[in-house]
């Protein structure tokens, strides 16, 4: 049952994020705006100052993520996978080059084969799609040279607090297509938000959705990083910091509302 319902999450995500993929780099904020992006790079480096080469793999890539944040750091080479089809085509097309490479693959498929390649291996928004948390973390660390590092940015949850402003361009976002629901329906949450006239900072209800929703897994929950055993058991640290879309909100109300998972591979 368990393995039928894992290969139940890998076949949604793919199909959903399939259906994004033409509109991801507009609406994911820290690849369309150079400040956020820029933000968002700032609380990675304080972490993880510039390594100055080695090979770089970035996982659930989508239209490549984290490519010029591997060009800042002057990488040798640059690998980036993801389970959708069309993610690899947009980001192929965009970034691809001899050093810059893109792959449709599963982390599961990826790390057969790939084991103490990786000098840096990072995502984001990612480890909330795995079925098994544990079993995901564990394919990562393998594929970790000596001494290489694992960099994973992640939501606290989906109840995560947001200005009114965020909420907006988030709403729009899905309003003008980044989404997999019928317009009237994308319509109807929209105007219903735009009357809701809830203030700034106001938490979010839950938009939890059932289990049997498997593209966001894990966030049918809380996913509080700190509390899961396989963080302490692979000697990893949870790193919590500030995010909003608009990075002045985080100068004028900081809340940690996203978590750094950081994992080095010491053997």
Excluded at 31 to 39: F, V
Excluded at 48 to 60: F, Q, R
Excluded at 61 to 68: D, H, I, K
Excluded at 199 to 218: G, H, N, P, Y
Aim: charge should be positive.
């Amino acid at each position: 049952m368990g393995n039928d319902k894992k290969s139940k999450v890998l076949e949604t995500n793919e199909s959903v994020y399939d259906g994004l993929a033409e509109r991801h780099s507009k609406v994911v904020c820290y690849q369309s705006r150079k400040g956020t992006r820029d933000y968002l790079w700032d609380i990675i480096e304080k972490i993880h100052k510039n390594p100055g080469g080695g090979d770089l793999l970035e996982v659930a890539c989508g239209s490549g993520t984290f490519v010029e944040l591997a060009k800042k750091w002057k990488m040798a080479s640059y690998e980036g996978i993801d389970i959708s089809g069309n993610m690899i085509k947009v980001a192929t097309k965009s970034h691809g080059s001899d050093k810059i490479k893109f792959y449709k693959s599963s982390l599961e498929d990826w790390e057969d084969g790939h084991k103490g390649k990786y000098d840096i291996i990072i995502s984001s928004s990612f480890l909330h799609h795995l079925y098994d948390l544990d079993e995901g973390l564990e394919q990562i660390k393998s594929m970790l040279k000596p001494g290489g590092i694992y960099i994973g940015v992640h939501e606290v949850d989906n109840t995560r607090v947001t200005t009114r402003l965020e909420k907006f361009d988030l709403h729009w976002a899905v309003l003008m297509g980044h989404g997999y629901t019928g317009f009237w329906d994308r319509l109807r949450v929209f105007l219903k938000f735009m009357c809701s006239g809830k203030i700034f900072f106001k938490e979010k209800k839950s938009t939890a959705r059932l289990q049997e929703d498997m593209v966001d897994f894990r966030l049918n929950e809380k996913f509080y990083l700190p509390d899961e055993p396989v963080i302490k058991r692979l000697h990893a640290k949870v790193v919590p910091y500030c995010f909003y879309n608009y990075p002045i909100f985080a100068r004028l109300k900081p809340i940690n509302n996203f978590q750094m998972v950081v994992m080095k591979n010491d053997i």
